[in-house]
């Protein structure tokens, strides 16, 4: 098109402002296809209330930076709620800048002066703003609000090898979320062995009795034996209870607790120990496990004993099973989010209003003699596992159910060949099995979120271990009706009470907390541990309390809370008759019967029972000043108390 192609003049200089225009047309927009583009963040991930944690800014138009620690002109993390800043030049709270591309900045937290009234609170609100590093163009800026920290996880104790009576040995504690701490001898904030049975301590600030430690990851400790004080009465003796507890070396977090009894020094013992010959197989088998998601009730294929789980989202009210509840966990809301039952009947439900739930079961069937079952519950805020010890004293079949609530991925760990039977990506139960030797172990839940948005106060993890002994004839010994868990020994419901074993049974107990709900505790060998605390009973002694002829059974169940020190200990009495269906609590006489102190004796004379008990007076938890003795008689109704004594304790003269 020729619109300037004319020979009038005029007409020709008109057009002469029209190419201008055009030529500072281009030429404007090349210069503005030079310019930078201006930086922009599309997303910051959660921001915590904590110094070291990892904050990703994603977006364009960042520049490049090379990771460095302290401050710089290209990037500020205001909290105007608390009206402090970070990173930018001149601050004097800096930021770990770990990574810094075009596209994305990662941060590992905040260093310099931070704390105090320069930190970050739950509910601050934080701006963050980006320049561009090269052309300084900028700042982007984006408004996030700081969320609570979440405790930091617990350790776990998985195993402990065998201790044995004897100073210098080694001991190697295995499990997760020690930390790390270089190689020492003396003590420390973080492990303490605790002989409960001769009632010394090693290990921890202020101990006489020391550890060697020759290693300390985060998931192994090594020691090497005792050091310091050790020798006469602050030494190990075959048979002692020792209580290992380990805490978090950098959080503090812990302790976990693990329970060991002390093994004679004696080559040929441990030789057995090490025996690494295949398990036999059990007589009980699985006839199938299953998950069904979203569901609230569940019916097994035929087998004899059938075990159930169910978790759910733990955001609203649920019930516990209608048949064979056996334990359950509640999360930090106080809600109930998880539970275990288990008995002969196939068929199980429970109700819920929350929108997220799950059901998964076990049919065993085959032969067996023995059957125990076991759990541990993680109730804190933001929990992502919990654990059990066990013990078994013959060639069993182990059933595993691990249930997390809130939670997206489940894993169990702590028993070799463990094989998984049944699990669900984005559901909260796993069921696994393995066949193990007679041996002592400790089962882990794992569980962890795969999607943000889950409430910490909803999560709650709980783990049940069910083991079948022995190749009997049937295993019909190991339940009664369902709900209704009896003695390990399944010994007969018509039998003397001297037939019950006390020392292998299924208590309901108060031990830990006299107003809070019953929770059952099965004692193997006299002793049982879970998340909460440890257990063990004493032997029973038997007497004809009511006057009618018949005997009736009186034992000691004492408890140490995990929260406690190893020298804090609490005890119920328990008093059972034979009925028809076995072993009936009669009587049970509290904690608070004992003034909350250690009963330590029972004995039986005129149809009277009499009970020692610790009694602090000015003494101490590691040695109470008084021994009380009390008698007490059977009035009909209760037993009420018909005299007391008391003496110096041996340890206060």
């Not at 320049?131 to 700042?139: D, E, H, I």
């Not at 990851?217 to 602050?234: E, K």
């Not at 020190?565 to 059972?576: A, K, R």
């Not at 269906?581 to 004992?594: M, N, Q």
Request: charged content about 15%.
């Amino acid at each position: 098109m020729k619109l300037c192609a004319t020979s009038n003049t005029t007409f020709k200089l008109a057009c002469v402002p029209l190419f201008i225009a055009i030529a500072l047309g281009m030429a404007a927009i090349a210069r503005a296809a030079e310019l930078p583009v201006p930086p922009l963040i599309r997303e910051v991930s959660p921001v915590s209330a904590k110094q070291t944690q990892t904050i990703t800014i994603s977006g364009r138009g960042f520049g490049t930076m090379i990771p460095y620690n302290g401050d710089s002109d290209f990037i500020q993390l205001t909290d105007i709620t608390r009206n402090w800043n970070a990173g930018h030049s001149g601050n004097l709270v800096n930021l770990i800048v770990a990574e810094w591309t075009d596209a994305r900045i990662v941060l590992q937290g905040f260093s310099g002066s931070y704390g105090g009234g320069w930190s970050l609170a739950a509910g601050d609100v934080l701006v963050v703003q980006v320049w561009n590093a090269q052309t300084r163009t900028g700042p982007a800026s984006f408004t996030v609000k700081v969320r609570a920290a979440e405790p930091p996880p617990m350790p776990i104790i998985s195993a402990v090898t065998p201790v044995l009576a004897k100073q210098t040995q080694t001991i190697t504690i295995s499990g997760r979320g020690f930390g790390t701490v270089i190689p020492y001898n003396g003590d420390s904030n973080f492990i303490q062995l605790s002989d409960i049975t001769r009632n010394w301590n090693a290990g921890h600030s202020g101990n006489l009795v020391n550890l060697i430690v020759a290693e300390w990851t985060d998931s192994r400790i090594v020691l090497q034996g005792f050091s310091g004080s050790y020798g006469g009465g602050w030494s190990l003796a075959t048979g002692d209870v020792l209580v290992v507890q380990v805490w978090n070396a950098h959080s503090g977090a812990g302790p976990a607790s693990f329970r060991a009894e002390v093994k004679a020094d004696d080559p040929v013992a441990q030789s057995v120990m090490t025996d690494d010959t295949p398990p036999s197989p059990p007589g009980a088998k699985i006839v199938k496990a299953t998950i069904r998601e979203g569901g609230t009730s569940l019916e097994l294929p035929p087998g004899q004993m059938y075990l159930f789980g169910m978790s759910t989202g733990g955001g609203a009210p649920s019930s516990q099973f209608t048949a064979g509840q056996y334990a359950d966990a509640k999360n930090a809301a106080g809600l109930l989010s998880d539970a275990l039952a288990y008995g002969t009947n196939n068929q199980n439900s429970y109700s819920t209003q929350t929108a997220y739930h799950d059901i998964g079961g076990v049919s065993v069937a085959g032969s067996w003699e023995h059957f125990v079952a076991y759990y541990g519950a993680n109730h804190q805020s933001g929990a992502h596992d919990a654990s059990v010890s066990f013990q078994t004293n013959e060639d069993s079949l182990v059933v595993v159910l691990g249930l997390a609530s809130s939670q997206q991925f489940v894993s169990v760990e702590g028993i070799p060949n463990l094989q998984v039977d049944a699990s669900r990506t984005g559901g909260g139960i796993v069921i696994a099995h393995a066949n193990v030797k007679a041996g002592s172990y400790n089962v882990v839940e794992h569980s962890k979120v795969l999607a943000a948005g889950q409430d910490p106060a909803h999560m709650a993890d709980l783990v049940g271990v069910f083991v079948f002994g022995g190749k009997g004839s049937s295993g019909s010994a190991a339940a009664t009706a369902a709900g209704s868990p009896t003695s390990a020994s399944g010994s007969s419901a018509k039998g003397n009470i001297r037939e019950v074993d006390f020392q292998n049974f299924d208590y309901s107990t108060t031990c830990l907390g006299e107003n809070d709900p019953s929770v059952a505790v099965h004692i193997s060998k006299g002793q049982a541990s879970n998340q909460d605390g440890q257990f063990w009973a004493d032997k029973p002694v038997y007497g004809n309390f009511k006057g009618d002829g018949h005997e009736l059974a009186a034992v000691a169940l004492s408890c140490h809370p995990a929260d406690m020190s190893p020298n804090v200990g609490f005890s119920e009495i328990l008093v059972f008759e034979m009925s028809e269906r076995g072993p009936k609590l009669l009587a049970k006489l509290p904690p608070s019967f004992w003034k909350q102190a250690r009963v330590t004796g029972l004995k039986v004379s005129n149809q009277q029972l009499t009970a020692d008990f610790l009694e602090m007076g000015m003494g101490s938890n590691a040695c109470p000043e008084w021994v009380v003795t009390s008698k007490l008689r059977w009035n009909g109704t209760s037993f009420v108390n018909a005299g007391q004594s008391r003496r110096k304790n041996s340890c206060a003269r």
